[in-house]
């Protein structure tokens, strides 16, 4: 689910930390990706003609890993190393969410067999895939899969997201490639969004900076996470009447989500916070998550294993072998290829214009604040 809202405040306040370019200008970085959030993401998209997903002669569904062979190959072939990472136990906190995520697909089941009688065939399509859930079974044939293709990937103790922004916080990656924006909230300086979207799709890849993100909403990483936890996230709903607007107007003028909740419960009679909505506990899963220290994650890319992706993809999967076989050969051609350094590694600021830059920046008053304000004056405001 991500962070609700979050995208259109950032490129509404922070337009600066979202940057878009092609694939082919991320050549030689190396990406942590949200696997799991990949295979779901497949299993949506990845379908034949009629909606369908795709399946061997077996009756078995094969879109997971038709998305993960060839759009990994896509980005190997544009020089980026992508490591993927998958889900481990979700915190307790998160089962409200995966149990009302449950019987949504329970619902969606319901309204696909009353569109096969009186709806359309879209409307069948639409509710067919609001069903889509990973299986077990499907997160080990894809890990299967990357280890034959030569691609590392690690399972993360609970949260995948959070392990991809802990292996770009630790140096082992450029980057955490994921659709969830609260991979952003776990602290990830870099977030690549659209990173394993089809080449047809002609989606440009989107670079969003926190750094910039917290310059543009004048707030520290604490008061961001207060803001994502106010949105709507994976453990916490949203309070009911408190919009995006809303949400980001109560952050700044209040300072954080303590005074902020203290003011909705006091003096705003028509929001309701509920007695049981445990954001302190929210906050400490986005600042420390259960992860595995980058440190102690080895990454190594590898030749594909050839004969063996044949036997998994061909053999069992039914997929072209004339076509396993030039994926392969890209993905050799991708692990051998000597990359040309980045020129942004070899060129930066001098120290001293650094300097006086940020001296120049501590003496200009912050943008939409008067002098009070500077002092750390509170403002008070009356309810949304």
């Known amino acids: 689910m991500g962070i609700k809202g979050l995208t259109a405040i950032i490129a509404e306040h922070a337009p600066n930390a979202i940057k878009e370019h092609e694939i082919k200008t991320l050549f030689g970085r190396k990406v942590a990706i949200d696997a799991s959030m990949s295979i779901y993401q497949f299993l949506i998209a990845v379908r034949q003609k009629d909606g369908e997903l795709l399946t061997n002669d077996a009756g078995e569904t094969t879109s997971h890993l038709m998305g993960f062979f060839y759009r990994t190959i896509r980005m190997v072939d544009n020089g980026i190393k992508p490591l993927y990472v998958f ?5 307790e906190l998160k089962s409200g969410v995966l149990s009302k995520r449950f019987e949504r697909r329970e619902e969606a089941k319901e309204d696909e067999e009353e569109a ?3 709806g359309t065939t879209e409307d069948v399509d639409r509710f067919s895939r609001r069903q889509v859930k990973v299986t077990r079974e499907q997160n080990e044939e894809c890990r299967r899969l990357l280890t ?3 691609v590392p990937w690690v399972v993360a103790p609970s949260e995948a997201e959070a392990q991809c922004a802990e292996l770009a916080r630790g ?6 490639g994921s659709e969830d924006m609260d991979t952003l909230t776990f602290n ?3 977030l690549l969004r659209h990173l394993t979207f089809s080449e047809a799709r002609k ?10 993100v917290l310059e543009g909403l004048e707030m520290s990483m ?10 709507g996230c994976d453990y916490l709903e949203p309070i009911k009447g408190v919009g995006p607007k809303s949400a980001l107007k109560l952050i700044r003028e209040y300072g954080g989500l303590a005074e902020v909740v203290e003011h909705l419960r006091e003096k705003c009679g028509g929001i309701s916070v509920p007695d049981e909505w445990p954001w302190e506990e929210a906050k400490k899963l986005f600042e420390k998550p259960d992860v595995t220290p980058a440190s102690e994650v080895e990454i190594e890319w590898k030749g594909p294993d050839v004969e063996g992706l044949v036997d998994f993809l061909v053999k069992e999967k039914g997929f072209n072998e004339d076509r396993v076989r030039k994926g392969a050969e890209k993905l050799t051609k991708g692990v051998a290829a000597k990359q040309q350094g980045r020129l942004d590694g070899f060129f930066k600021a001098p120290a001293k214009a650094e300097k006086k830059e940020k001296k120049d920046e501590d003496k200009k008053p912050a943008k939409g604040k008067s002098k009070g304000d ?8 009356g309810c949304l």
């Not at 140096?171 to 955490?176: I, W």
């Open 87 to 91: 889900d481990g136990k979700p915190p």
């Open 116 to 118: 096969k009688e009186t």
């Open 148 to 150: 034959l293709m030569g």
């Open 171 to 176: 140096g082992k990656v450029y980057a955490a």
């Open 188 to 190: 990830s300086a870099i």
């Open 203 to 212: 989606a440009p890849i989107s670079e969003i900076n926190l750094e910039k």
């Open 222 to 231: 604490s008061q961001f996470i207060d803001l994502c936890i106010l949105l």
């Open 374 to 381: 500077a002092k750390g004056t509170k403002r008070k405001v």
